[in-house]
């Protein structure tokens, strides 16, 4: 499961699609309907929320939003809770965990889409709308 702490629009069509299925199936572990990932280590980030359903629920949003954007129809009615954070509610993600998951990004785009790798060779790296970057190591989530 990887659930990129990187701003949507850095992903290519794969990633995008992938990094929505594996947050609708972290939603749906996080609101006890299923029984499969309970304790994968990316649900720490949701769960350390004071509302993990919300904090995910603002996560899928940034995602929906950027499929939008590129004109696919993610069903954002599968979203349990809509809304969006608050700056100071943003979840943390780590400067380092941010450099770490903009490597393995920059990996995967030059073995599988050489096009979104020129793109992502001239960008810079930024997180999710749904996160704040506070200074870090990787995270003890991630699993390098």
Not at 119 to 125: F, K, N
Request: aromatic letters at 8%; charged letters at 30%; a positive charge.
């Amino acid at each position: 499961m990887r659930i990129w702490s990187l701003h949507p629009e850095h992903l290519d069509r794969m990633g995008l699609v992938a990094c929505w299925r594996e947050t609708l199936l972290a939603q749906a572990v996080l609101a006890e309907r299923t029984r499969g990932y309970r304790n994968h280590p990316q649900l720490e980030r949701f769960r350390a929320q004071p509302d993990p359903l919300a904090a995910v629920g603002a996560y899928l949003g940034g995602i929906a939003e950027e499929a939008g954007r590129r004109g696919y129809r993610f069903d954002s009615t599968r979203i349990l809770r809509h809304g969006s954070l608050a700056p100071e509610a943003r979840i943390p993600v780590t400067e380092r965990q941010l450099g770490y998951e903009w490597e393995h990004l920059g990996r995967k785009l030059r073995e599988r889409s050489p096009e979104d790798a020129a793109r992502w060779e001239a960008a810079t790296p930024t997180a999710h709308p749904a996160l704040r970057v506070v200074p870090g190591e990787i995270e003890a989530w991630e699993r390098p």
